[in-house]
């Protein structure tokens, strides 16, 4: 019942997320350029959340976290309720602002609840449960909005969704337990700092049991560290992020007034592509998701997708193709994020979302004056360079 409950949150996260721009580029009028700057505030305020934060996951403190966060939800279903009553541009950026305190703190309590309460084992288990659960529940959540109509959630029905978000944002206190012990990312961290000790012994034995010319195996455990070097890791990300800041940033303003779709057929668009990348997502097999195949085929995935997407009118499609980035997305996201976690024993995990969004800054900032001047056309190419930068980590990882 946790990691659903969990899974549920980060979708109403990421939901609201989507609404805020729908809402900035529909309601408030937005341009490209405004958008941009929109989401570069976002990640401004994010890097010092987020070092504050960390700390407190990196202390094992869940249900603070998640006081925080579901205060938070609190707060940022009244400012966007405001915003649109009052018809204030400077609410709905306040909006976003609190946005990241909820992202930020939702995130940060899962991840620490996983790592501290199932063994490191376990943790590709656990991570890809609520990613797919995730998927599910912002599909239908997304879906039934769209149904109901944007315009009358905009006028009369927000306050509803408001309460609705924030009790169940809220009801995650239930389930949510403070870990006990908190030792599991201590032993792991152990046992990786054991594994870079005794490589060279594994050499050392095989080079005397060849001398002696022995007959019978020296019986030892040796550790083989699987650690992916730092500075692959950072260079994907790189490519990574700022890819996905020149997709997803600019795509609203792009299937509203390039593509002129009626704002309910964006939600189902982007409802529909949730749903199809967790209908494809219950077909993969766990263990199939850390592995190395998977992860280079996801990559080639992505790199075809992208390519496509920019001459693809029908809104059907578009989402059937958006289904399937979100699904890669999240499979090399979490690829990127254990091999990051992993080398840190658990601890520091904040600092991926840090690097991650300083990098995001970058493209948020930059990718409405990208689109301005080159169109989707040049947001396909560098979309495509960028995710490139991922394939290094691809050949340097080893399957779970």
């Not at 700092?193 to 080079?207: D, H, K, Q, W």
């Not at 303003?253 to 309910?264: D, K, M, S, W």
């Not at 992860?295 to 958006?322: D, K, P, S, Y």
């Amino acid at each position: 019942m946790d990691l659903p409950v969990a899974a549920l949150n980060i979708g109403l996260v990421s939901i609201m997320d989507l609404l805020v721009n729908l809402v900035a580029v529909k309601y408030f009028n937005f341009s490209a350029v405004e958008l941009g700057l929109l989401n570069a505030l976002w990640t401004i305020v994010f890097i010092p959340v987020v070092r504050i934060m960390d700390r407190l996951a990196d202390a094992g403190r869940v249900r603070l976290l998640w006081y925080i966060g579901s205060s938070s939800m609190a707060l940022l279903q009244a400012l966007m309720y405001f915003s649109m009553i009052f018809h204030s541009k400077q609410l709905i950026y306040v909006t976003y602002m609190i946005h990241t305190l909820v992202f930020v703190s939702t995130r940060l309590a899962v991840n620490t609840y996983i790592f501290e309460t199932r063994d490191s084992g376990s943790w590709n288990k656990a991570s890809i449960m609520v990613s797919r659960l995730r998927l599910l529940s912002e599909s239908v959540i997304i879906l039934s909005l769209a149904l109901v109509g944007f315009s009358t959630i905009v006028t009369s029905g927000y306050i509803y969704l408001a309460v609705l978000f924030t009790l169940l944002h809220f009801s995650g206190l239930l389930v949510i337990h403070e870990p006990r012990l908190k030792i599991e990312r201590v032993l792991y961290r152990l046992e990786s700092m054991l594994g870079m000790i005794f490589i060279p012994v594994r050499g050392l034995l095989t080079l005397s049991y060849l001398e002696i010319n022995g007959s019978i195996p020296l019986s030892t455990r040796i550790y083989a560290s699987a650690l992916v070097p730092s500075g692959l890791i950072l260079l994907a990300l790189v490519g990574f992020r700022l890819s996905n800041e020149y997709l997803w940033t600019p795509l609203p303003y792009y299937l509203t007034r390039v593509l002129e779709l009626g704002i309910n057929d964006v939600l189902m668009v982007y409802g529909l592509g949730r749903l199809i990348a967790f209908s494809l997502y219950i077909a993969v097999r766990s263990n199939l998701v850390f592995k190395k195949g998977s992860f280079a085929i996801c990559i080639l995935v992505r790199l075809l997708v992208l390519m496509i997407l920019i001459n693809v009118r029908n809104g059907v499609l578009i989402g059937f193709l958006l289904g399937l980035i979100y699904l890669v997305n999240d499979i090399i996201d979490s690829n990127l994020f254990l091999a990051f976690a992993k080398n840190r024993g658990g601890y520091g995990v904040g600092l991926y979302s840090l690097i991650g969004e300083t990098i995001s800054l970058v493209g948020s900032a930059s990718s409405g004056y990208i689109y301005a001047v080159g169109g989707p056309s040049l947001i396909a190419v560098l979309t495509t360079v960028l995710s490139m930068l991922v394939i290094p980590v691809v050949l340097k990882s080893r399957s779970e």
